[in-house]
């Protein structure tokens, strides 16, 4: 099979979109390069699948502007867009064989059987199904039911790719398999592909960007890391992996920056910024000593999680309570819960986020 090797970008411009008095998208801007894998991570009801719908034709018309390339979508029916879209739940006929799914696209657009038999035998090829071509879909198992799903969308070479979480409905082990088949599988095609999810850990491993919504609004976009690492809003900081938010006001005094935390604390923070606001601490950039005296902070284990590579503790100070991971090392010992520690604070690591820097509001 020909590899595709999309030049077509994916430009979307103030795009909203309401069921009825409820709105559901308000003012998406996106630009999505040309090959690249993207992702549409939120949670439930963010709007996420409803803009990936709205791209395919799906769903009532938004307002506002899509384009593939240099080509609006606008007003064009699904099967026109030459959009591909693999469902979560793959939408296999039941009743035909592998072969003949796959085939479905290229008979409804009357392409010559002979080159229909070619393209169906090199996209099963592609997949990894060539010898599954004559079974039926329901003795296949959900990693391949999904391969068949990608082959019957990737043998009509559509402009752009979409993938309405794709790997839901398989177990956990099969979707980190599925995840980096599906990756590579885009990287051979080269293919434009935008990948919806809720799964923090499937956006940030197979994602070259990605945008976080909530309540139908865009909050950011960038690359994984600097999503986790440099959060615009505390929802970003929350959603993507485990943050302590720390309330309280930057002083500066002497040359140096302190926060004042709300619960009476001080913590040496580098940071030139001053004023109220949040502070962000990842989990793994706090450690644990057992010198409470030497220590920014102090308090109780007051619960443990033994994760294998790491330890997670939750420690009480004051009134708040932080998590803090620590990694594990053969026959190191574990804290017991009311440990007395001190925590040291990788404050370089930290991000402040002013007062009024909040998510963005639909």
């Known amino acids: 099979m ?26 998406v801007n996106l630009e999505i390069e040309p090959g690249e894998f993207f992702a549409f991570l939120g949670p439930s009801g963010s709007g996420k699948s409803t803009l990936l719908r709205a791209i395919a034709g799906f769903g009532p018309q938004p307002q506002g502007q899509i384009l593939v390339g240099d080509r609006n979508l606008a007003g064009l029916p699904p099967w026109e867009r030459n959009v591909g879209m693999v469902f979560q739940s ?26 229909i038999d070619e393209k169906v035998e090199a996209a099963l090829s592609l997949v990894g199904l060539l010898d599954y ?13 999904q391969r068949v799903a990608l082959a019957r969308t990737i043998v009509t070479k559509p402009d752009v790719l979409l993938l309405d979480e794709p790997l839901s409905n398989l177990d956990a082990s ?13 990287r051979k095609l080269g293919l434009t592909t935008i990948f919806v999810t809720h799964d923090q850990e ?14 139908g ?21 929350g959603f993507l992996g485990t943050a302590n938010i720390l309330a309280g006001e930057l002083v500066r005094s002497n040359g140096s920056t302190r926060l004042m935390l709300e ?8 940071n030139e910024a001053t004023g109220t606001g949040s502070l962000v601490l990842r989990p793994q950039n706090i450690s644990l000593s057992e010198n409470s005296e030497a220590s920014e902070l102090n ?27 620590q990694s594990h090392a053969v026959d190191q010992p574990i804290l017991d819960i009311g440990f007395r520690v001190g925590l040291v604070i990788n404050s370089k690591s930290a991000v402040f986020l002013p007062r009024g820097q909040k998510q963005h509001a639909a």
């Open 299 to 325: 308090g109780v284990v007051s619960h443990r999680e033994f994760l294998g590579a790491q330890v997670r503790y939750l420690v009480d100070v004051a009134n708040t309570q932080i998590v803090v991971d």
């Open 174 to 186: 099969l979707r980190v398999q599925m995840r980096r088949e599906l990756l590579a599988l885009q």
């Open 263 to 270: 619960t009476g604390e001080q913590l040496p923070i580098d």
């Open 133 to 145: 071509a004559e079974r039926m879909p329901s003795q296949l198992s959900g990693g391949q039911q």
């Open 217 to 237: 609004v865009v909050q950011q976009v960038g690359s994984p890391q600097t999503l986790y690492d440099h959060p615009e809003n505390l929802f970003v900081a």
């Open 90 to 115: 793959y939408a296999l006929w039941p009743h035909m064989s592998v072969r003949k799914n796959v085939a479905f696209g290229l008979v409804e657009k009357k392409v010559p059987t002979r080159l």
């Open 202 to 215: 499937e956006a940030n491993t197979t994602a070259d960007r990605m945008a976080v919504l909530d309540q």
């Open 2 to 27: 020909t590899h595709i090797k999309s030049k077509s970008g994916i430009s979307v411009r103030d795009l909203h979109l309401s069921f009825g008095s409820t709105k559901v998208l308000t003012g």
